[in-house]
């Protein structure tokens, strides 16, 4: 592989790279957080549910669990799971949720945390449309 050839390659992946980013960037931005609603489940019975912009940074909800309560923390329009009983801690690996459609599922404390409310039309995924 010449010099050249490891020019070419370094700048398509960055150009890919950017592409992917632009991408997540403008789905983002076209979600409006006051139609988003968070919403709570333990064993598949809603237990909580609010909107996503009502969820302050660092504001903290509890959930009870069969194992305990977990706690969910808000963000700047996003959501994450903070603490869980649960052993492997799965659920908080997650990390921050914050478009409709996504979801961090506690499987050992039966507790879902999910977002509901709709794209708008013509909002693209990364991998279909």
Wanted: aromatic content about 4%.
């Amino acid at each position: 592989m010449t010099r050249a050839d490891k020019l070419i390659l370094v700048v398509v992946l960055g150009l890919a790279l950017g592409s992917f980013a632009l991408i997540g960037l403008r789905r983002a931005a076209q979600v409006r957080p006051a139609e988003a609603q968070v919403v709570v489940e333990v064993d598949g019975r809603v237990v909580d549910m609010f909107p996503l912009a009502e969820l302050k940074p660092g504001e903290r909800r509890q959930v009870r669990g069969p194992l305990g309560y977990s706690v969910i923390i808000g963000g700047d329009n996003k959501v994450r799971m903070e603490s869980s009983p649960c052993p492997d801690k799965v659920c908080m690996a997650r990390g921050w949720i914050s478009l409709p459609g996504e979801a961090i599922v506690c499987v050992p404390n039966h507790v879902v945390v999910h977002i509901t409310g709709s794209l708008p039309e013509k909002s693209y995924d990364a991998v279909t449309q």
